[in-house]
């Protein structure tokens, strides 16, 4: 079950990936498109919590770090979707979370996980760019990812929860 | 069933709630191994000095180069799926706004032919006499065309693209990237079947331009922005000359047509900067390409060169 439950945990993030770079260019504002990784990862975190959540985010942020078009310092995206991992699981009661707690959950991810990024893009030079653009990109990703999070968040935990095995036995 | 059947089943699904979830579950999910969260960030930490220090040589690039083999068909795939789709908005266009864009490229065109862009530069070379060697070299070039495939995030901060042919199709790093307005970028790395553009309007990417009208040459920088308010950075090496507005701005070229060939058209001036402090001049221009709609592109190859598709010879020739 473990096996399985991570493999379809991976597709789901290398879909996330492929749509991200492929699909959502298209419909971009001023190059920024929803981080559809950043939003499995979230969900992840919701209905599984934490422990899983690093180990999904640290996956899904080399994934990222990796795959064609990138050309950041690879590794940055990993450590920003550690942390949202962390934080997102933090967040997750014994309740399931209200339709208001999960926007509020992804807003603050998004805000924390795009800054992340940037921050260690300024540390390292990565990006010749100065704070206000990074903050106008780092704004748009938020109201992004909070647009998508009610198309993409429900599935994703619904398909997080179908995978949780019984703990009752 | 009676009045107390509905209480029983609330009662009931509560207990097997707090038996699921109960207090032992919740320390178990909500709080994870403070070791593997700390593995994990280390691991990124690592991640980031390898790729940082090592240069071309690091370690990451082979695993770069192993995950785009795998995602690069993906992408590939997954962008010719959804081309009708992206194309399916065009057809809506009213005949208004068709008869705007056949007023707007009909003005746009006459005020192209009586400035004849590249005319100036052109002369400028035969007068320096190196036009004909130059035209010789320009000969040996074919371009193979490809498709952008996937464009990465702003949220990345690094303006790249992935086209559709690899290796196989003849590609190699530091290749000059083309198309119909001008000067895309150059090929970052290659996988068997994709490529990554580095965009001249990414932060990293430095291009020796020349100044049509006056020879002059400088290095052009991107500012990392795509789209409308995409610019360029031109620093010339010169400052006793002024660029007027409108000079068309070409590359410089390098020694054997790696990372830019010569003569490729790049922007046009719109407005100049000097700095007394620096004592240079820095000229802003404004792309031909519209890099926020790339599409079809054409990647410079050797003539000759074996692809796997059809390669656009120097003198338009399919081969």
């Known amino acids: 079950m473990s096996l399985f439950r991570g493999v379809v945990a991976a597709l789901a993030v290398s879909l996330a990936l492929v749509l991200q770079v492929s699909v959502f260019p298209h419909l971009a504002w001023q190059g920024v498109v929803p981080n559809l990784c950043l939003l499995v990862v979230v969900g992840a975190a919701l209905t599984r919590g934490p422990q899983f959540a690093v180990v999904l985010g640290f996956l899904a942020g080399v994934a990222l770090d990796l795959a064609p078009p990138a050309d950041h310092v690879a590794g940055r995206w990993a450590l920003a979707l550690v942390i949202v991992g962390y934080l997102a699981g933090r967040v997750r009661q014994d309740v399931r979370p209200t339709a208001t707690a999960v926007v509020a959950t992804v807003a603050a991810s998004s805000f924390v996980g795009t800054s992340v990024f940037a921050i260690s893009g300024l540390l390292l030079h990565d990006p010749a760019l100065g704070v ?31 995978l949780e095995p019984a703990r009752t036995a | 069933m009676g009045p107390f059947g509905k209480l029983d089943r609330r009662r009931f699904r509560a207990a097997r709630e707090r038996r699921w979830r109960g207090p032992g579950q919740l320390d178990e999910g909500s709080r994870p191994s403070r070791s593997l969260v700390v593995a994990l960030v280390l691991a990124s930490l690592t991640l980031i000095t390898l790729d940082y220090h090592g240069g071309d040589d690091s370690p990451v690039e082979s695993a770069r180069r192993a995950v785009g083999e795998v995602f690069g068909p993906v992408e590939t795939g997954t962008a010719t799926a959804i081309r009708p789709f992206t194309a399916v908005p065009e057809w809506f266009r009213s005949r208004g706004s068709l008869h705007d ?48 495939v996937a464009l990465g995030p702003a ?124 004592s240079t001049q820095r000229a802003v221009i404004e792309p031909y390409v519209d890099f926020a709609s790339l599409d079809l592109v054409g990647v410079v190859v050797p003539s000759g060169t074996d692809s796997d598709r059809a390669v656009i010879e120097a003198d338009g020739s399919l081969q």
């Open chain 2, 155 to 278: 949220q990345s901060f690094s303006d790249t693209v992935t086209i559709d042919a690899g290796t196989r199709a003849g590609l190699r790093p530091d290749m000059t990237v083309l198309n119909n307005d001008g000067l895309v970028g150059r090929v970052l790395r290659v996988t068997a079947t994709t490529a990554t553009v580095l965009l001249v309007v990414d932060t990293d990417s430095v291009v020796g331009g020349r100044v049509g009208e006056s020879m002059e040459v400088g290095f052009l920088h991107g500012r990392g922005v795509v789209g409308d308010t995409g610019r360029l950075d031109l620093e010339l090496v010169d400052d006793s000359e002024v660029p007027d507005r409108n000079d068309t701005v070409v590359t410089w070229g390098s020694r054997d047509g790696a990372p830019y060939v010569a003569g490729v058209p790049v922007g046009r001036v719109t407005s100049v900067y000097s700095s007394v402090r620096e």
């Open chain 2, 101 to 148: 864009d056949v007023a707007r490229l009909e003005a746009e065109n006459s005020r192209l032919r009586s400035q004849a862009v590249t005319e100036d530069y052109d002369r400028n070379r035969l007068r320096e006499y190196d036009g004909l060697t130059a035209a010789a070299d320009d000969l040996g070039y074919a371009l193979v065309p490809a498709r952008v």
């Open chain 1, 132 to 162: 206000p653009d990074l903050l106008r990109v780092i704004l748009v990703a938020v109201a992004w990812d909070v647009l998508l999070t009610p198309f993409v968040l429900p599935l994703v935990m619904k398909m997080f929860q179908l």
